[in-house]
């Protein structure tokens, strides 16, 4: 019996996969189609990815440069990066598939292809996966790492008259002199509004919620300026537009669709509008149809994600596990986990955990002297450099604990849900990078704090390194390091010795003192 099995073979499946190798666990990922990453053979339909691949940052730090390398899968070495497969700052999905399959392939990844999963069920205490071949596997524990390859559907009164972002043509002759409807406001509306700009008469993008722009709510799935090229033909009188409207009910007659709204913000106007064509970019859903009744999921978000744990542990179905975009559902819209450059970290703090829980493995954390000077130093180094906590902002941290011996232990790159529950009564230190309170009005045009006044470091607006003092998942302390253009915090007035005086003053309570009461803390 395997100790995992991965199902999927994705860039979550493959990235799981080679940390399980590295832990010398026995694992082997099933995958439906003939070669890794099929899902990116058919998406994005326009070909071109919205995650950068900068080549250049000006440093030869190989963990600092992941941060503006949103396409590598982890090796301890740093080997094998997507930069040798394609240069460009917005890479073609063709190429991604190349990168994975050759990642497998250097890595000697097991893999069985054309292997489509039909049922996933629970026996015991183990579960047996059956493949449409009547194959099938038996594991102590399975992750899941399918993506999200089901069109996901509005509740709309004849959205099946539609035409699926999954089965779009990109041909531009039969949209020409068309009026167009796109429903849905996230990039994949976007980039399918900014294709068929060229050939149109007229386009409306529709969805019932206002337009969240990623420079402004720093989620990157939020529209990104490489696919909003309609806003300016909206702004600028163009004949296009963006709608926020419900729409009620789309009918078809002589071949024009008919469709009724009902506006959010034009105090109850209702409209119909006529279309010749529409097309419905309303995002994935993971496909649960696998599921035996012993191994189903609960899932949440409209039934998109599975519910899960700190540890990305189903809520309701123990030793079922998920990795990639599913485990977005943690901390949705809050995190980059629906994206490579997110579940990466995601992917190898899971086989952390997994040994942890199931292995008898403590969790690694490094060793340094229990002074201010040396635990100061150890965090000002890490928030220099990572890239998970730069990815994962806010999400994915760090933590410190002292012992009585004197001795620090940092912790590295973990979910903080799962550190807080792990070191249980223990008073740590937590360190993150995020953001400071939400932007209002124009994000371009906000009034900083001085860079030197470290005073004010909390009224930082942008990333920049947050320390709480943390009991029991309670937060009894924060320190601020002001943010800084270039992210470089090695100023000593500035950066260095503000943070060495905050962790002087809270270093008894590190040591081992435990909380009394509230009052104490």
């Given amino acids: 019996m395997l100790d995992y099995l991965i199902i999927g073979a994705g860039p979550a499946g493959v990235q799981t996969a080679y940390h399980l190798k590295q832990s010398g666990l026995s694992y082997l990922m099933l995958e439906s189609g003939q070669r890794a990453g099929c899902f990116f053979e058919t998406f994005p339909i326009h070909r071109k990815l919205i995650s950068i691949n900068k080549v250049f940052t000006g440093s030869t730090n190989p963990e600092f440069n992941l941060r503006h390398d949103w396409n590598s899968i982890l090796t301890d070495d740093y080997s094998l990066n997507f930069s040798s497969f394609d240069r460009d700052f917005f890479p073609s999905a063709d190429n991604l598939v190349k990168y994975l399959n050759h990642y497998v392939d250097q890595n000697q990844l097991n893999i069985a292809y054309n292997q489509r999963v039909k049922s996933v069920e629970k026996i015991a205490d183990h579960f047996v996966v059956t493949t449409t071949h009547n194959e099938q596997y038996t594991a102590a524990r399975v992750i899941v790492s399918t993506g999200v390859p089901k069109p996901y559907i509005p509740k709309i009164e004849g959205i099946e008259l539609v035409t699926q972002y999954s089965d779009l043509n990109i041909d531009l002759a039969p949209y020409e002199n068309k009026r167009v409807l ?60 963006i709608l926020d409207a419900d729409i009620k009910r789309i009918e078809k007659q002589d071949n024009r669709f008919i469709v009724h709204f009902s506006y959010a913000h034009a105090n109850g106007e209702q ?8 097309i419905c970019c309303t995002g994935f859903a993971m496909d649960s149809s696998i599921f035996a009744d012993s191994a189903k999921p609960d899932l949440m978000i409209e039934g998109r994600f599975p519910s899960l744990d700190c540890s990305f542990e189903s809520i309701n179905v123990k030793g079922l596990y998920f990795a990639g975009t599913l485990t977005q559902s943690t901390k949705y819209r809050k995190s980059t986990s629906g994206f490579i450059h997110g579940f990466r970290y995601n992917s190898r703090a899971l086989v952390e955990m997994l040994k942890q829980k199931h292995h ?15 635990i100061g130093s150890a965090i ?5 450099e990572t890239s998970a906590l730069w990815q994962q902002h806010g999400f994915m941290v760090d933590a410190v604990t002292v012992s009585k011996s004197g001795m620090a232990q940092y912790y590295k790159h973990l979910p903080s849900p799962y550190l807080h529950a792990h070191l249980g009564d223990h008073y740590h230190l937590q360190i993150a990078l995020d953001f400071g309170a939400p932007i209002e009005g124009d994000p371009f045009n906000q009034v900083r704090v001085h860079k030197d006044n470290a005073t004010d470091a909390e009224l930082s607006k942008f990333l920049h390194p947050i320390i709480e003092l943390c009991y029991q998942g309670e937060v009894i302390e924060t320190h601020h390091i002001i943010e800084d253009l270039e992210a470089d915090w090695t100023d000593v007035e500035a950066h260095v010795k503000p943070l060495q005086q905050f962790i002087e003053r809270v270093l008894p309570k590190l040591v081992g003192e435990k909380m009394q009461n509230k009052v104490s803390a």
């Fill in 380 to 384: 000002l180094n890490r928030i220099n």
């Fill in 271 to 278: 409209e119909t509008i006529e279309y010749d064509e529409i």
């Fill in 182 to 241: 796109v429903i849905g406001k996230g990039n994949s509306a976007f980039e399918t509004a900014d294709h068929l700009i060229p050939a149109t008469s007229l386009i409306h993008v529709c969805s019932p919620n206002p337009l969240d722009m990623a420079w402004k709510t720093h989620y990157v799935g939020d529209l990104r300026a490489v696919n909003n090229n309609i806003l300016d033909t909206y702004q600028l009188k163009s004949q296009n537009a």
């Fill in 360 to 374: 008898n493995t403590t969790l690694a954390c490094d060793q340094h002297l229990g002074t201010p000077e040396a």
